[in-house]
């Protein structure tokens, strides 16, 4: 067999934001491993409030660390070197390598950009000397020419780094003939040339029907055609990494509504309940009402908890809530909504937003102060109600005191955390990922009257991705795909 270059860098970029460049990544990063490779998932610039926290104390964005566990690795700060945190509609919080650079506005950040492409390469280049392939998630669309100057998450990064790409495009969307061959009319002929092939993603039905279409985009581009994969419905069982993706899950007689906030941020702590036959989880929108028959209401993170209670009050939810506890129902607030619901959130610095204090929905006797210090951690917790080991991790600022604190939703390092209402009926915890441990869950659940236990959550995630890889598998042609990656481009 003649010698071959091992597998170095692939990129996949999208003709457009949530076409699903994420969970390709990951299934290409399952089927390489499964072909024997050592494999690496990297995103240069992600824009997510759903961040995961590394093992060395940093975050990167929540879909790398699905992708980290698709390789079977541990994540790392590389994975991820530049996420940008929405805090308001033109301004986010940059995170660089996983620590804090600051917060900018939309046109302050472009004189950033030397200092976050030397971090783009410097990350790019230790991980491809780790392993036998990196495979590259792009972000939002290449057709962008407007934002061209300075790239660091398409193109830009594809030239630097001589990376091969391949366009991927939606169908469930509709016009992807014009997505793909609109991309290629609007880059320029540097760009172009770093384009190796196209794929089809999200085909409902037939895939077959799609032939014409398919032979046209490639006569029009001149670029070779992957596949058509068809729709993944299991999809829905891995965590979701952007907010847009949320949506009601299950039948089951015990309802749980959470709070679709306006910055919300770190709601995988829904994923497990997702997957349990006995609840309904629903997703509570702006402008809809709390239902009445929920059981629990989860007030999950956000990145601006002040901003985010006027925005609850905007929607009439702090009278619903209030409604909601007086008939018994309890409430569960998670980070950001552990901080709402207690008497008053302070901002003297305006780290989050012009400096103030506004009152809190007052349901737990505890007051926040917000520091500028950000506590990032993975923790090993004891739940104080049941003594069940709890497994998670913390990514927030604050600090939270009070009388209620005094019956803490559970022990870190013999600390206590979090807080209880005297009647247990409202529970508040910095925790974010606690209800991925089984035990701990199922007992949790049956507290509220849910059928709980019997799933696995870590098993089903694994299995999930080991069929994703299948599906990409029988509709791709992978080996074509990862054998791009033997040599640079440009």
């Known amino acids: 067999m003649p010698d071959v270059l091992p597998p170095r860098a692939l990129m996949i970029q999208g003709t457009g934001s949530n076409v699903g460049k994420s969970l390709l990544v990951a299934g290409l990063c399952r089927a390489a491993r499964l072909r024997g490779l050592r494999v690496l998932p990297f995103k240069p610039q992600n824009m997510s409030n759903n961040a995961a926290v590394t ?240 059981d629990l209401v989860v007030i999950p993170g956000t990145k601006s908890t002040r901003g985010d209670l006027e925005f609850l009050r905007a929607q009439g939810w702090d009278g619903d809530l209030i409604a909601h506890h007086r008939r018994g129902g309890r409430i569960l607030g998670i980070c950001g909504g552990y901080q709402m619901l207690g008497r008053s959130v302070a901002d003297p610095d305006g780290i989050e937003g012009p400096p103030g204090t506004t009152p809190g929905l007052g349901l737990l006797e505890v007051d926040t102060v917000m520091r500028p210090d950000k506590r990032l951690a993975r923790v090993s917790a004891v739940h104080a109600a049941s003594g069940l080991a709890v497994s998670g991790y913390e990514i927030h600022i604050g600090v939270t005191e009070g009388p209620d604190r005094a019956r803490p939703f559970a022990h870190v390092e013999g600390r206590p955390e979090g807080a209880r209402s005297a009647d247990g009926r409202v529970e508040g915890s910095y925790l974010h990922g606690l209800f991925a441990e089984d035990a701990f869950r199922a007992a949790w659940l049956r507290g509220l009257g849910a059928d709980a236990g019997g799933i696995a959550y870590g098993a089903a995630v694994e299995s999930t991705l080991d069929r994703l890889a299948a599906h990409l598998e029988a509709h791709l042609d992978v080996g074509a795909l990862l054998a791009l990656a033997q040599a640079p481009r440009g």
């Open 55 to 294: 093992a060395d104390g940093g975050e990167i964005g929540r879909a790398q660390a699905l992708q980290a566990l698709a390789c079977g690795v541990e994540l790392t700060t590389d994975m991820n070197p530049v996420l940008l945190k929405p805090e308001t509609d033109t301004g986010a919080q940059v995170i660089v390598q996983g620590r804090r650079l600051g917060s900018f506005q939309a046109r302050a950040y472009g004189t950033q950009k030397p200092l976050l492409a030397a971090a783009v390469m410097d990350s790019f280049n230790r991980l491809k000397a780790q392993a036998d392939l990196v495979i590259v998630e792009g972000a939002g669309s290449p057709a962008e020419v407007n934002l061209r100057h300075g790239d660091i998450a398409n193109m830009g990064f594809a030239c630097a780094a001589g990376v091969p790409v391949v366009l991927a495009g939606d169908i469930d969307r509709g016009g992807v003939i014009a997505q793909i061959v609109g991309t290629q009319a609007v880059l320029d002929a540097q760009d172009n040339a770093m384009i190796a092939g196209f794929l089809i993603n999200r085909f409902r039905g037939d895939p077959r029907l799609f032939d014409d279409g398919y032979r046209m985009i490639a006569d029009r581009t001149g670029w070779r055609g992957f596949g058509v994969v068809p729709w993944f419905d299991d999809a829905r069982l891995l965590p979701a990494e952007d907010a847009l993706d949320l949506s009601a899950a299950g039948r089951g007689p015990v309802k749980i509504a959470c709070l679709a906030l306006s910055r919300i941020a770190n709601f995988d702590d829904l994923d497990p309940l997702k997957m349990e036959p006995g609840l309904t989880v629903q997703m509570i929108l702006p402008g809809q009402p709390i239902p009445g028959d929920a």
